[in-house]
């Protein structure tokens, strides 16, 4: 079974700009989740998608922003870029909601905002 | 609110030597723990998870941890490091009511000397 992908792996935006990055999860994974990791803050919670709806969601500006389609494959898109968005952004699926349920985690997108 | 903490940031072991790397977390319930491992321009890989049962935990790799909830703990051990074991290691805690939502400590990093 493949695993999670995320496209595209590396990205290069400057300030200003707006990026939208794409998540498959595994097959038959309904929930698919966003992180963003850097070096400063660690990894965070931007928020979860099940069956097309937003269920659960961090604390970031409203310029985050996400969406599920209906075959469970989650873009998350960020407008306005700013120089601190610079980071890896990790995208994971699991079957459904319950908080027991192993999450799998992609490769990541690199984004680097100039 | 959980918070996980984990107070190293960084150990160096040599290899064939035990490790226990800490892990403390702060959640009103019974929390659901997790420990995920992070190699260099790779996504994340779960050792192992807990959420009821039996608090010591075995995972993959070789890796196991202890649930202690007298210490708020989930502290991770393996007896004999190999030096693929070096990468930097993240516990996690989720909650029964916010989905998949994890929050994560800072990481430790695990340096494996010859």
């Known amino acids: 079974k493949a695993g999670v992908t995320q496209t595209p792996r590396y990205l290069i935006k400057t300030r200003g700009q707006q990026v939208t990055l794409s998540c498959s999860p595994i097959?038959?994974?309904?929930?698919v989740s966003w992180y963003q990791q850097t070096p400063g803050q660690g990894l965070q919670f931007l928020f979860e998608y099940f069956s097309e709806t937003q269920r659960n969601k961090g604390n970031f500006p409203g310029r985050f922003s996400g969406r599920q389609f209906s075959n469970s494959r989650s873009e998350m898109n960020v407008s306005t870029l700013e120089l601190g968005d610079s980071a890896l952004y990790l995208c994971a699926s699991s079957l459904g909601l319950q908080p027991q349920e192993t999450q799998y985690f992609g490769p990541g997108t690199r984004l680097l905002v100039l | 609110a959980q918070s996980v903490t984990q107070p190293d940031i960084h150990i160096t072991v040599s290899e064939g030597a035990s490790l226990e790397l800490r892990c403390n977390y702060s959640y009103g319930a019974t929390p659901y723990l997790f420990w995920y491992v992070q190699s260099p321009g790779q996504g994340l890989q779960l050792l192992l998870k807990?959420?009821?049962?039996?608090?010591l935990v075995q995972g993959i790799k070789g890796f196991e941890a202890e649930f202690k909830r007298s210490q708020s703990s989930f502290n991770l051990r393996k007896p004999s490091v190999h030096w693929s074991d070096a990468a930097e290691y993240f516990c996690?805690?989720?909650?029964?009511?916010?989905?998949?939502?994890?929050?994560f400590g800072q990481g430790t990093e695990l340096s494996v000397k010859p």
């Open positions: 097959s038959g994974h309904r929930s």
């Open positions: 807990y959420f009821s049962g039996d608090t």
């Open positions: 996690a805690v989720g909650a029964y009511n916010q989905g998949g939502k994890l929050i």
